[in-house]
């Protein structure tokens, strides 16, 4: 063997030296907790970008390197999914990181495809008006063996998005061009309530009641009663019930009625909600068809019975609490009045108006002392509730 071989044999047993030197101080390193594999400390998401088929998420994950330097991981993978009741909306990752020691921000973009938002509006009125968003984050790295990290983020958020339907408030049903033989106003409503139906992955019902008094002494019959919803404009809902209620002079019938929302249509609603900084103006507009004595037919706006209410939603947390009272003064606070208005004038059997009192029901026998101190609002002051 010629020196240049003992060389080659000599640095090559050195390198092995170092190695084996390099692989036991990992080791002990290891043992000693001063090296250790990326975490994710904390994921912030935010709605980007949104159109007609896509929304964009906007992420940042937090990740943590505890060793001394800086790494450079090719064989490192961070994957993160969000869900919102169980429905998968969003889906990222990245492979091969460079991460400083310390605390790194990672900044990922997401595209969510819009036709999620039905499937999760269906979960979300079947449970209650109630969504659990969760976000769940995996760091895989071979780093110091096959190893898998995982990070889950999670909060719960409500809405009320009908419950001040149910209103005690008495209000008028007027025809614009009453007959002769009739005047205005031709019914009252005196209390009105509401609940969700039997949600399917096509329609959301919102089963609805009218208690209706009829002041006239002939009967009326009620033939239909005709629907529209909006959100933010978005037409998601219309139709007409055409089952038939006959009222006789001076009683009170419960009037059912079904409105139906259209999921198919939720995701034309999402573009606008996401483009209105999370806000949707709800509003339901009612007419009917009356029959009257006379056999005549006549098609009545329920102006008075148009509901409103203005829904607020913060999927992922990220609202600013601080804004100011001028940023809020236009907010709703759910309770159903046309144009806002919250004072109804006394209305009596007959017709005719008295003096504004605190009971607002008109019965056969114009009883209007028993319940002086109730309150003809039926709203329990809730916003509309945050998402």
Aim: charged share 30%.
């Amino acid at each position: 063997m010629d020196g240049r071989a003992l060389v080659g044999l000599g640095r090559l047993q050195l390198v092995a030296a170092i190695v084996g030197i390099v692989i036991v101080s990992l080791l002990a390193a290891v043992g000693l907790g001063a090296i250790g594999a990326p975490s994710v400390e904390s994921v912030d998401n935010r709605f980007g970008d949104v159109d007609e088929n896509a929304t964009i998420v906007e992420t940042d994950l937090l990740v943590h390197n505890p060793n001394p330097i800086g790494v450079q991981l090719g064989d490192t993978t961070i994957n993160y999914t969000v869900y919102m009741n169980d429905v998968e909306m969003a889906t990222g990752g990245r492979e091969g990181l460079s991460i400083d020691r310390g605390n790194s921000t990672l900044a990922f973009e997401t595209e969510m495809d819009n036709r999620a938002i039905p499937p999760w509006w269906v979960s979300h009125v079947d449970g209650g008006e109630r969504t659990a968003v969760t976000i769940d984050a995996t760091v895989e790295t071979s780093l110091l063996g096959e190893r898998a990290f995982d990070f889950t983020q999670e909060r719960e958020v409500e809405t009320d998005i009908i419950g001040a339907f149910n209103s005690e408030e008495t209000r008028e049903v007027n025809a614009d061009d009453p007959p002769p033989t009739t005047s205005n106003p031709i019914l009252y409503v005196n209390e009105t309530r509401a609940e969700w139906g039997a949600v399917t992955d096509a329609e959301t019902p919102i089963e609805m009641e009218f208690d209706v008094y009829n002041p006239q002494t002939e009967p009326y019959a009620i033939t239909e009663i005709g629907y529209e919803i909006t959100m933010n404009g978005v037409d998601v809902g219309e139709g007409a019930t055409d089952r038939e209620y006959v009222i006789p002079g001076g009683t009170t019938e419960t009037v059912e009625t079904e409105a139906v929302i259209r999921n198919d249509r939720l995701d034309d609603w999402w573009v606008t909600h996401l483009q209105n900084d999370e806000v949707t103006e709800l509003r339901i507009e009612f007419d009917a068809v009356v029959e009257l004595p006379t056999g005549t037919e006549i098609r009545v706006p329920l102006e008075e019975l148009t509901y409103e209410r203005t829904i607020e939603t913060d999927i992922f947390d990220n609202r600013d609490d601080d804004r100011s009272p001028e940023e809020t003064d236009g907010e709703s606070d759910g309770t159903p009045t046309p144009d806002g208005e919250t004072e109804t004038e006394t209305p009596t059997p007959d017709g005719d108006d008295e003096e504004e009192t605190e009971t607002p029901t008109p019965t056969p026998d114009d009883d209007d002392d028993d319940d002086d101190e109730e309150d003809d609002e039926g709203d329990d002051g809730d916003d509309g509730g945050l998402l």
